[in-house]
């Protein structure tokens, strides 16, 4: 089956700081990675969608500069939460989107303090 | 109005009763209709999906859309207290190019032993 490795599951860090997530399909080639973020109690929001090679497509309200995506391969793709403020603390999701349809992350657990 | 539409909530069920899990969504071109099952702290997991309108079974779940209604259900039957999650209904996008999943706000269950 198809599988999505999410790093790291849980940061934390200082507010003004950045964190990159990593999201890499082990097993299959991922033609579009999806980029979620999921407030407590809430649904998945979508952030943005890339596709290897080419920029990412953001969301409204999405600030592209803040949150930087990199879809170096098809397999590998990243999100950078650049300037960190404990208003981006939340649950960041990645999703992949291959031959066996859409493999979610195990999500990163993201803490601003 | 939203795109896709949830009960939020609370559902609760006795075990081994019938589930009964339902979602609008908007946009009548709509074609993949997906149920994920999240558990609290964890990424989003995949139940079913279904194309067709009618029926379709796995094992104790059941889908079911009606695209004339623009309505898509999810049945768990002999529920058990592993069922109790929030469930995510989502839809994907209908321009080429553009499948991104929209997901709905989620039901919350809750199986009583």
């Known amino acids: 089956g198809a599988v999505v490795s999410q790093h790291p599951s849980r940061v934390i860090c200082k507010s003004g700081t950045s964190v990159k997530i990593e999201c890499r ?20 929001m979508l952030m943005a969608t890339s596709n290897e090679g080419s920029k990412a497509t ?13 879809h170096a ?4 793709s990243t999100l950078t939460v650049t300037s ?4 981006d603390s939340s649950f960041y999701i990645c999703s992949a989107q291959g031959f066996y349809g859409y493999t979610f992350g195990s999500g990163t657990r993201l803490t601003v303090v | 109005q939203k795109e896709v539409e949830q009960n939020s909530g609370p559902l609760s069920v ?16 709509s074609q993949s209709f997906f149920w994920y099952r999240q558990y609290s702290g964890k990424s989003p997991e995949l139940i079913m999906f279904i194309y067709s309108n009618g029926d379709k079974e796995d094992g ?4 079911q859309l009606n695209k004339a209604s623009q309505y898509v259900s999810l049945l768990i039957r002999d529920s058990q207290p592993s069922d109790s999650a929030t469930y995510l209904c989502a839809v994907r996008g209908t321009n080429f190019g553009n499948e991104k ?13």
């Not at chain 2, 081994?16 to 969504?25: D, K, M, P, R, V």
């Open chain 1, 58 to 70: 953001y969301e409204q309200g999405v600030e592209k500069d803040k949150f930087l995506i990199n």
């Open chain 1, 73 to 76: 391969s098809l397999t590998l």
């Open chain 2, 14 to 29: 006795p075990e081994g009763a019938i589930a009964s899990l339902n979602c609008t969504y908007s946009d009548r071109g």
């Open chain 1, 84 to 87: 960190a403020h404990p208003e």
């Open chain 1, 25 to 44: 399909s082990l097993d299959f080639q991922a033609t579009t990675m999806f980029w979620y973020r999921q407030f407590p109690k809430q649904s998945l």
């Open chain 2, 101 to 113: 999943l929209t997901f709905g706000t989620g039901t919350r269950l809750t199986i009583i032993p």
């Open chain 2, 60 to 63: 104790r779940f059941t889908a």
